[in-house]
DNA sequence: AATGGCGTTTAAACCGGTTTAAACGGAGGA
DNA sequence: TCCTCCGTTTAAACCGGTTTAAACGCCATT
């Protein structure tokens, strides 16, 4: 409780000047060793950590890292992907003496975060997440000057390195998996096709089905929310020839959807096979447990954090980081699909 | 990107001197009102803004807050309280140009998070969270010299303001509503009991039963987690005697129950009723709806960040807050128990 | 005209570090 | 012996604000 120690304590203690701790702590050549290690002791004597505050005006930084996150619902609310990648962050800037600065912002304006925090100089650097085409905020932050990491790769050109974890081997996985089940009439219920990620996932299910020779029953738009979740479901069954199977883009309209198909009176997995993504806490507990796609954010946000770093350190020409992909994660689900269903043609007596 | 504006240059333009400009900014009596003018005039036409790091050295405050997250699944991940708890902080902070730090550390290293945050002088003051019994936090925060609001009571003395959202009506609420459906064998999971907020859950159950002249079937303690809620469902269930109707102690653990008894055979909530806590997302959309108590962690993050500031600008004698109950949300997975059951004695014949 | 008082303004110190240019001191060479 | 060079150390400026004590200008008293 009484006042913390300066470098001036340090120095006096050490019997040096200002300057000669300063470069001790920072390990700069041009001391002798000995005057090195007396002022080291003496530093630890007094148990003298420097100022952040202090250094923060001297070199002009923050020693912060920042994150700007919608309140949207859609974004943040329980998605399971954001308390795993800030403890993935957290668990590198603790490491360096940074902090994490975060910015919860309302729903449409987001570069308001940005502005705030770089007019306020309160970090070196941010995340970009949940990134859209034709990101405004790329430019945005190029303008303001503020280093960033994109999480996955935007779509156009952008200055920043990006930290990827391809989402398509899951959506692929999932399908595949479908398929070797013997499904034919599989739906997928998309998020907002804005988000980069979102149509990236429908494209690889549309593709992987296409490529298999068959036709998706259905793409409903989803909102990522459970609400959504729900009503693109109800939209799926209410087809005159409704699919034997839905692939979700996160968990979370997935398990909402599950609610949804038990009460139109359908069982899961005998009736319709419903697959998730993002292996939410709750995928395996529900009822049947949910197949779903596990990735692995705590990594993720250990990667970014670094890179990040990099960039902050004015690193030039890092390259982008590719994360292992998602994993397939089988459940209760997910099974074969019901063996006659209304619309299929009779099946044909054995010559 | 060219070097933003500092005070020198506002004064230089306005022809007068630092010490001036700080005067007219920080609204200090003293100053003639036509160089206030002038100065504020100077100012935004460069459109200055103070340093926060030169002020926050001068000054010695950080026009920061922190909050202190344990990794630990069982408070954290997908746990519906904190985002929009802290998004309610961030539309206070956002207001004063403060920025919020957050610190997500190892399971049981909270005190490690505090520490850091004040070694490094992060923060001005930090909330205090998922309170325990006798928890060592509070010494810790008082020796480290770190002004805190705490989120609910503690038990013991505490030199800190409480903002308080008081859990007991919203029990209170969900037992009265299973005893007026008609049950009388209602048992609870609850959080583990070193939480005051999970203990008040479970005596607010049991005293509720007691006064109605009921005894608990069980109190069975779970984890706040998925997977605890899981555990303790099969336990209620392999009951010889099992309950009608279970209360958990938050969402998590209902949703997670809910399937446990579905997995079992049991219908909800034709054959046992099931409420939650928390009133989470998923909660509306799980099949059965759940019954839950719904609160409002936004408006408790605005209570407790201002709060938080009034301790931090050396307000004392602060008065606790309190803050609006939960509200009971009333949904299908509760109904009246079954007529017949088991254990009952069969019903006489009319005399 | 000198003095006092008051409202206004400023110069300078300060917060606690970093950084640069200059000073210092001892060894080696002329 | 003197000069130079080089390794080591320091004094002082600087980052961009805040704050305090002193100075200033002006008017009212005496």
């Given at each position: 409780m009484t006042k913390r120690p300066t470098i001036a304590d340090v120095a006096r203690r050490a019997g040096v000047s200002k300057g000669s701790v300063s470069f001790a702590l920072n390990g700069?050549?041009?001391?002798?060793g000995a005057t090195v290690e007396k002022i080291l002791a003496a530093a630890d004597e007094l148990g003298w950590r420097p100022s952040n505050r202090a250094r923060s005006l001297s070199?002009?930084?923050?020693?912060a890292l920042g994150l700007v996150i919608t309140r949207d619902p859609a974004v943040?609310?329980?998605?399971?992907?954001f308390p795993a990648f800030i403890a993935g962050v957290e668990s590198v800037l603790s490491m360096h003496g940074q902090a994490l600065v975060l910015q919860v912002v309302a729903d449409g304006s987001e570069a308001d975060g940005y502005q705030r925090l770089a007019r306020d100089a309160r970090v070196d650097g941010v995340f970009l997440s949940d990134l859209r085409y034709d990101d405004p905020r790329i430019d945005l932050l190029v303008e303001l000057g503020l280093p960033a990491v994109t999480l996955n790769r935007p779509d156009g050109e952008s200055p920043f390195p990006a930290v990827v974890l391809d989402d398509r081997p899951g959506i692929v996985a999932v399908v595949q998996h479908l398929l070797e089940l013997g499904h034919t009439r599989i739906a997928h219920v998309a998020?907002?096709?804005?988000f980069v990620h979102a149509a990236t996932r429908s494209t690889a299910f549309v593709e992987t089905l296409t490529a298999a020779g068959l036709q998706p029953v259905a793409v409903e738009a989803g909102d990522f929310t459970a609400a959504g979740g729900i009503e693109a479901t109800r939209r799926l069954l209410a087809?005159?020839?409704?699919?034997t199977a839905i692939v979700y883009a996160n968990d979370r309209m997935a398990i909402a959807g599950l609610g949804a198909a038990q009460a139109a009176g359908?069982?899961?997995?005998?009736?319709l096979s419903i697959a998730g993504f993002?292996?939410?806490?709750l995928a395996e507990y529900v009822h049947p447990g949910l197949t779903t796609v596990r990735a692995d954010p705590f990594h993720f946000g250990v990667a970014a954090a670094q890179t990040l770093n990099r960039v902050v350190d004015g690193d030039t020409e890092i390259p982008d980081v590719e994360l292992p992909p998602a994993q397939l994660v089988r459940r209760r689900?997910?099974?074969?699909?019901?063996?006659?269903?209304?619309?299929?043609?009779p099946a044909q007596p054995p010559v």
């Open positions: 700069r050549p041009g001391l002798a070199v002009s930084k923050a020693f943040l609310s329980s998605d399971p992907f998020g907002p096709s804005e087809l005159p020839e409704p699919p359908l069982t899961v997995p005998d009736d993002d292996d939410s806490e689900s997910t099974a074969a699909p019901p063996v006659q269903t209304r619309w299929q043609p």
